[in-house]
């Protein structure tokens, strides 16, 4: 298993709830692929650097997650797809061991 961090920038129209939906539906992707989510920060809606898509504010949400390296191409086409969600950024942080 590989250590991963997602960070995520949604729209700032989407309500809590939506934000909620969103990140269970990737927690489920995450778990069908044989990974587990570690930790969800939720840093809220913050000033973009410059306007993404006509929005200058976004709601940010990272995800530290273990998924197996194959996994994450899955994980970043429902995330493509996944209409509210304006930027997103994968990045591999460790491999972790396997302890049996």
Do not use: Q
Request: proline share 3%.
């Amino acid at each position: 298993m590989i250590r991963y961090e997602e960070l995520l920038l949604l729209s700032p129209e989407l309500g809590t709830e939506e934000c909620h939906e969103i990140v269970n539906n990737l927690t489920a992707i995450i778990e069908r692929e044989g990974g587990n989510l570690l930790k969800i920060d939720d840093w809220g809606i913050k000033d973009t650097a410059y306007p993404v898509r006509k929005f200058t504010r976004g709601r940010y949400i990272r995800l530290e997650m273990d998924l197996p390296g194959l996994a994450v191409a899955e994980l970043e086409r429902n995330v493509r797809i996944t209409d509210g969600i304006l930027k997103f950024i994968t990045v591999r942080l460790a491999e972790t061991t396997e302890e049996a």
